[in-house]
């Protein structure tokens, strides 16, 4: 974490009535390195509240802001134990760390965002672009095997849909305001590998990503602060030589501004300072809410009077959470994405702009490609919220 971080955080400790603590918090350092001019990275310290004592943890650079931490480590004990030394775990938490440790499931699982696999489908959908690369049957292309035929079906997917997705949507939209305003302090929400900041760096001002995997946290770190991480950066390929058999370069980028940062948290119980951001993204993050009513809230909540709210998904629902909500809903709204509109616009957001099929695809293999059919909306804080 960088110290320049410490003012956008606050307290995310519950209190009894499920209130937020939300205190400014103190900053102790044990190892820290130079960024820039009064930048530091904290490597290794931890973040107290002054008002309820909680301390929250700085592991390997990444600030860990949740509610309840036990439950955090051991959770998501996958993608700590890579990159976090035993003795730097909280004395109380050690045993039963090294317990879950033991514990782990090598094999991937689609859903677990601390598995290699997961974030590595996830790099590739955030870092590398098909523009650029080289024309039909000239040298293999990341998509492209090295040796046997390549798929016409996924060239042509790749090339024609993979630079459309979200990130190009809200880029189009940024700049665009970007030329008529000053630019934006923005928060994402549910960032992943955090690569959304590199295609809006030419138009904003600051950037805080938050996302409850620690992996992803400490990948987006490295990869746009150029903090060191413990990842290698490969891909799947053929599945036959393995699930991540080739290499890829991704530019890591340095940044000594101290306005650019990523820390975990969760958004459930989100440890941020309210009211400063000018933009504020959740992009296909809702529909792994238990509660996603709550997220136009939150975002509203983050958001200076005015500022403006993006959120996309493809919403894929479980059946538990898309019961509650079909309870919450007008009589006559019965697709996902009216219904997700009208949450916002009861929250007091203006829809601004909306696009129903946005393509989002991951690349599975050499022959497999998913796509996602995108629905994202961009709208503004205009009043306070009905419900
Ligand atoms: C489907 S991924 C999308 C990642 C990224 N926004 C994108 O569009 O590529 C959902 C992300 O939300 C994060 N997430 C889900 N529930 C969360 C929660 N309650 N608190 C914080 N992050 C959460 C996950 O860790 C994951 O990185
Ligand atoms: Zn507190």
Not at 178 to 195: D, F, R, Y
Not at 317 to 331: D, G, I, N, S
């Amino acid at each position: 974490m960088l110290n320049t971080t410490l003012s956008s955080l606050r307290c995310p400790r519950r209190k009894k009535g499920r209130s937020r603590c939300l205190s400014p918090l103190k900053l102790h350092c044990k190892i820290q390195t130079r960024v820039g001019s009064e930048v530091f990275e904290i490597r290794s310290g931890s973040l107290e509240c002054p008002s309820c004592t909680t301390h929250y943890p700085i592991l390997e650079g990444v600030a860990v802001l949740v509610d309840d931490l036990r439950s955090y480590l051991l959770s998501h004990v996958k993608g700590i134990s890579k990159r976090v030394k035993i003795d730097d775990i909280p004395k109380e938490y050690r045993r039963e760390f090294l317990e879950a440790r033991d514990e782990i499931e090598s094999e991937h699982i689609e859903e677990d965002l601390e598995a290699e696999r997961v974030n590595a489908l996830y790099l590739m959908n955030h870092f590398l672009r098909a523009k650029g690369a080289p024309a039909t049957g000239s040298g293999p292309s990341w998509w492209q095997p090295l040796s046997g035929e390549p798929s016409p079906w996924i060239d042509a997917w790749v090339r024609n849909y993979w630079d459309c997705g979200p990130f190009a949507k809200i880029e189009d939209w940024i700049s665009t305001k970007a030329k008529t305003q000053n630019p934006m302090q923005v928060i994402e929400l549910g960032c992943g590998v955090g690569g959304l900041y590199r295609q809006l760096k030419p138009f904003i001002s600051s950037y805080l990503g938050v996302d409850g995997s620690f992996a992803s946290i400490s990948m987006a770190r490295h990869l746009g602060l150029g903090v060191p991480d413990r990842s290698s950066f490969r891909v799947p390929g053929d599945l036959l030589q393995g699930p991540l058999s080739r290499e890829v370069s991704i530019p890591v980028e340095t940044n000594t501004s101290g306005q650019v940062d990523w820390i975990v948290g969760d958004l459930d119980s989100l440890p941020l300072r309210e009211g400063g951001a000018d933009l504020c993204i959740a992009l296909n993050t809702i529909d792994m809410l238990d509660s996603p009513q709550e997220l136009p809230k939150i975002q509203h909540s983050l958001l200076k009077e005015g500022g403006i709210a993006i959120q996309s998904c493809p919403y894929i629902w479980h059946e538990a959470v898309a019961k509650k909500l079909r309870k919450l809903l007008p009589k006559d709204i019965h697709d996902s994405a009216r219904a997700v509109k009208w949450l916002y616009e009861q929250t007091g957001f203006k829809i601004e702009a909306n696009e129903e099929h946005v393509p989002w695809l991951f690349f599975k293999h050499l022959r497999q490609i998913e796509l996602y059919s995108v629905h994202i909306f961009m709208g503004k804080k205009s009043r306070s919220p009905n419900i």
